[in-house]
Nanobody, 124 residues
Framework: QVHLVESGGGLVQAGGFLRLSCAASGLSFSDNAMGWFRQAPGKERESVAT????????AYEDSVKGRFTISRDNPKNTVYLQMNSLKPDDTAVYYC?????????????????WGQGTQVTVSS
């Protein structure tokens, strides 16, 4: 059974930073592209970042480019999201997802496994 467990969320002031982690189990982690998505209250889920199986290719939603960095550690079965220069608009529940394909994708429909989410709140 696949499990994705996010951690690292919390309350931070605007301009601050957080590092999210997602620990994966029950899947061949290095065969999967990974993604981070978020959903704010009253809004649809949106993509944030994605990384390919080896970690050498990543893609980002325009709103986070230059501020967020996705990375992965395959021996540790973990994917990370470093979030810098946080803004109140970044407030959302952040979800980690695994895709049964080695290439990146910012489309949530292409991810079959999801974590339970971690709350990120950015105060102004």
């Amino acid at each position: 059974q696949v499990h994705l467990v996010e951690s690292g969320g919390g309350l931070v002031q605007a301009g601050g930073f957080l590092r999210l982690s997602c620990a994966a189990s029950g899947l061949s982690f290095s065969d999967n592209a990974m993604g981070w998505f978020r959903q704010a209250p009253g809004k649809e889920r949106e993509s944030v970042a994605t990384i390919n199986w080896s970690g050498d290719t990543a893609a980002y939603e325009d709103s986070v480019k230059g501020r967020f960095t996705i990375s992965r550690d395959n021996p540790k079965n973990t994917v990370y999201l470093q979030m810098n220069s946080l803004k109140p608009d970044d407030t959302a529940v952040y979800y980690c997802a695994a895709r049964s394909h080695y290439r990146t994708s910012l489309s949530a429909n292409e991810y079959g496994y999801w974590g339970q989410g971690t709350q990120v709140t950015v105060s102004s």
